[in-house]
């Protein structure tokens, strides 16, 4: 019997862990495409030449809609105290 009750408990910690893990994968996946948009952000503000303006939007664009679908997944997944940039929000 003891072993049994062991045993259920090993399991059940491992379940937390495997959770802790995950919610730890997702939220440095959210820091990621944060600092991707703010890098492709701050790249269109310095390009000058007219060849790469098109490319800066084009990156920005993209890391933007990156970091709003991973924000989504994380609130799909019940992770919360993930403040969203409500001013970029469209």
């Known amino acids: 019997m003891r072993i049994r009750i062991l045993n259920l ?7 937390v862990s495997n959770y802790d893990e995950e ?3 997702i939220l440095q996946a959210v820091n990621r ?3 991707e948009w703010i890098n ?5 503000n310095s390009v ?10 084009y990156n920005m664009e993209a890391a933007k809609r990156k970091y709003m679908y991973m924000l989504k997944q994380a609130k799909l997944r019940g992770i919360e105290g993930i ?3 409500q001013y970029f929000n469209e």
């Open 9 to 15: 408990l090993d399991t059940r910690h491992n379940n």
């Open 23 to 25: 919610y730890f994968d």
């Open 33 to 35: 495409a944060h600092a």
């Open 40 to 44: 492709a952000q701050n790249y269109f």
């Open 48 to 57: 000058s030449e007219p060849e790469l303006v098109d490319y800066a939007i």
């Open 83 to 85: 403040q969203s940039l």
